[in-house]
């Protein structure tokens, strides 16, 4: 069974940092596809970063590609998501996604696996 548990996440002023963290087991983690997507009340689930299986495949979505950075550690079944300069509208719960290799690289429903989250909060 394939498990994700993310962490990292707050509530932090404008302007500061945060970052996430994933840890996956039940997968052969090296062949698995990972991304982080996030959800803001009353809207749709959005992809925000994604780590293919191949070192150089890495995408952060245009919203948020000056700020935010996605790394991935195959040795500690790992990715970690830096958020840099955090605005009010970074604020959503922040969900890590796994699947295997294949897909529109944000497409929701072709990830099988979920973690349950964690909240980001930014205020003014």
């Known amino acids: 069974k394939v498990q994700l548990v993310e962490s990292g996440g707050g509530s932090v002023q404008t302007g500061r940092s945060l970052t996430l963290s994933c840890v996956a087991s039940?997968?052969?983690?090296?062949?698995?596809?990972m991304a982080w997507f996030r959800q803001a009340p009353d809207k749709e689930r959005e992809g925000v970063a994604f780590?293919?299986?191949?070192?150089?495949?890495?995408n952060v979505d245009a919203s948020v590609k000056a700020r935010f950075r996605i790394f991935r550690d195959d040795f500690k079944n790992t990715i970690s998501l830096y958020m840099t300069n955090l605005e009010p509208e970074d604020t959503a719960m922040y969900y890590c996604?796994?699947?295997?290799?294949?897909?529109?690289?944000?497409?929701?429903?072709?990830?099988?696996?979920w973690g349950r989250g964690t909240q980001v909060t930014v205020f003014t």
């Open positions: 996604a796994a699947r295997p290799p294949g897909g529109s690289l944000y497409r929701v429903c072709t990830y099988p696996w």
């Open positions: 039940g997968t052969t983690f090296s062949e698995t596809e």
């Open positions: 780590a293919g299986i191949r070192s150089e495949v890495r």
